[in-house]
């Protein structure tokens, strides 16, 4: 995809289009201990076949240890993972019954539930907010100071867009920056590096790639801290910026939901233990094809991979949508997610 490369809207079709969701900020513990699920006595002709398409990003970072277990034949189900650089191919294959669970962006998650008129669930968030405005421009030091620039970014159609939108809008600065959508983050990061774009919002870990490899860059604003701004301006009570999600097929979690509780165990504990263990996490990500491993260790304290599952993530999740639903009803397709788009039987 070439550097001038501009994606209309949100796109439900075979291809959905969205952006990873990124990191930031300190990690959530979550109530399960970081230790490994011991082995399994289920043989491998037992046990649950399931299909999970990860990102490469947090959203993969977050299920390392559920990997490796799988190639150790010690997780709890037979595990068959798609790693992708974007959503594309994974809600692609989600919608086309190729995969059974995927990570999305949360606003996706929610469109994807209207279009499939029910068929998708959300079972837990993976990613809190997590992204900045990093730039070699030193005179932003403000919001306000974007006013007459250009800032790029990716993941048009998802989460990045929106909630840079509502942010330019809630500070009367929607029609005085103007923002270049590109393919995916490390094109940006790409660009950034060769001085061929001064501005953008990036997630973690692109945070850290970027600022290492050229000191002159900096994360002037927190977007996190600027969306909670923004929501309170507009008086519309709290709201996290909720940026990745856990999805997967209501079939499938209506014929397997035994296993699929057991898989959101694994992923609770791969979380904390990836939260707790950066170097060791680090060399499963180079292994697994998420990042490199010195990228990955320096990244994931900063990082906020987080699992929120339960009541807990409808809480959060209804929050955030609203907030988007009330600005821009098509950032999550059109309709408000009705109970059943929210699957609370896990504890988390």
Known sequence: MR????????????????VSAGCAGQPAASSSAAEAPQSSTVSAEEKTQMRVGVLKGPTGLGMLQVMENNDKKTAANAYAFTVAGSPDEVVAKLV??????????TNLAAALYNKTKGGVR????????????????????????LKGKTVYSSGQGAVPEYALDYILTANGLKDDVKVEYLSEHSEVASQLLAGKITTAVLPEPFVTQVTAKNAKLKPALDLTDEWERA???ADQGSSVLTMGALVVRSEFVKQNQGAFDGFLSEYQK????????PQPAGALSEKYDIMPAAVAQKAIPNCNIVFIAGNDMRVKTEDFLKVLYEYNPK?????????DFYYLNAAG
């Open 96 to 105: 086309s019954g190729e995969l059974d669970a995927a990570a999305v962006p």
């Open 122 to 145: 959300l079972a837990a968030i993976n990613t809190l907010g997590i992204l900045y405005l990093v730039t070699g421009d030193e005179s932003i030091k403000s919001i306000a100071d």
């Open 270 to 277: 791969s979380v904390d233990y990836v939260n707790q263990n």
């Open 231 to 233: 929501v309170q301006k």
């Open 3 to 18: 550097f001038t490369k501009k994606i209309a809207g949100l796109v439900l079709s075979a291809a959905l289009l969205a």
């Open 331 to 339: 950032s999550i397709g059109g309709a408000f997610p009705k109970d």
